[in-house]
């Protein structure tokens, strides 16, 4: 999201973990006409946001794909910690300079 916060954004500060999907949206606060009226060539008119359909089928299929896959057990903890194991000092060089 391009405001760089949402209602996610009050958790996070209170050192709450948080998240959030989004879709892009059509007439944002129902801004409608907002093109012409910022160029000046036109006024402001209320619209009804939008969303686009295959925009909110994707997200359904993401979220489906993410409820199944949430509990699966593996080991990309262990391949992490394996990986830092072996290169962190790479990483610490960098921090260092």
Known sequence: MDGRSCEATAFGVYGYRAT???LALGNWHNRGNLDEFEAGTG????MKEEISLSDFHGLVDLLLVAAVSVDE???LRRRFDDL????GDILLKDRLR
Do not use: H, I, Q
């Open 84 to 87: 830092y194991e072996r290169t």
């Open 20 to 22: 959030g999907l989004c």
């Open 43 to 46: 006024e402001p008119v209320p």
């Open 73 to 75: 057990e593996t080991d």
